[in-house]
């Protein structure tokens, strides 16, 4: 009896035990923290690489195997992809959005002529360190820029 009484006031190894209950813990937190600055990271890279392929076809005009290099090039990762293939539409400015049209046709908003429209898609393929059941990632970042040419 003495010798648990003895125990149980006996705090030496408190702080180890702490430690080894909450390092489980802390390193789940870490590695977490670590894959959302990484999707963070990867958004940014599909971001601009969509702006770049989009400002390519602006000065450029289209030409989808030339975006997708422009895409590729612009981030120092070889994972950022122009996918879907860049593609090029027709179609009139609305509130909501580009509405498809006939090239040449006039736009009923404005009698103005149906304009050509780029649709650069940047992707990224993403592969969390640590996957937690509580926390979904998306497995593809993608970003998208659409741009006027004519």
Request: charge should be positive.
């Given at each position: 009896?003495?010798?648990?009484?003895?125990?149980?006031?006996?705090?030496?190894?408190?702080?180890?035990?702490?430690?080894?209950?909450?390092?489980?813990?802390?390193?789940?937190?870490?590695?977490?923290?670590?894959?959302?600055?990484?999707?963070?990271?990867?958004?940014?890279?599909?971001?601009?690489?969509?702006?770049?392929?989009?400002?390519?076809?602006?000065?450029?005009?289209?030409?989808?195997?030339?975006?997708?290099?422009?895409?590729?090039a612009?981030?120092?990762?070889?994972?950022?992809?122009?996918?879907?293939t860049?593609?090029?539409?027709?179609?009139?400015?609305?509130?909501?959005?580009?509405?498809?049209?006939?090239?040449?046709?006039?736009?009923?908003?404005?009698?103005?002529?149906?304009?050509?429209?780029?649709?650069v898609?940047?992707?990224?393929?993403?592969?969390?360190?640590?996957?937690?059941?509580?926390?979904?990632?998306?497995?593809?970042?993608?970003?998208?820029?659409?741009?006027?040419?004519q």
């Open positions: 009896m003495r010798l648990l009484r003895a125990f149980r006031k006996d705090e030496s190894g408190l702080a180890a035990m702490e430690l080894a209950m909450l390092s489980p813990i802390v390193i789940v937190m870490v590695v977490c923290t670590i894959d959302v600055g990484r999707l963070a990271l990867a958004k940014t890279w599909t971001q601009y690489a969509a702006a770049a392929g989009a400002q390519y076809a602006v000065q450029k005009g289209f030409d989808s195997q030339a975006i997708s290099a422009a895409i590729q612009a981030t120092s990762s070889k994972s950022v992809l122009a996918s879907p860049p593609g090029m539409m027709c179609g009139c400015p609305g509130e909501t959005g580009i509405t498809p049209a006939t090239c040449g046709q006039k736009c009923p908003a404005s009698a103005r002529d149906a304009g050509s429209y780029v649709t898609t940047a992707s990224y393929a993403f592969k969390p360190i640590f996957r937690v059941p509580v926390v979904s990632y998306p497995e593809q970042v993608t970003s998208q820029s659409i741009v006027r040419i």
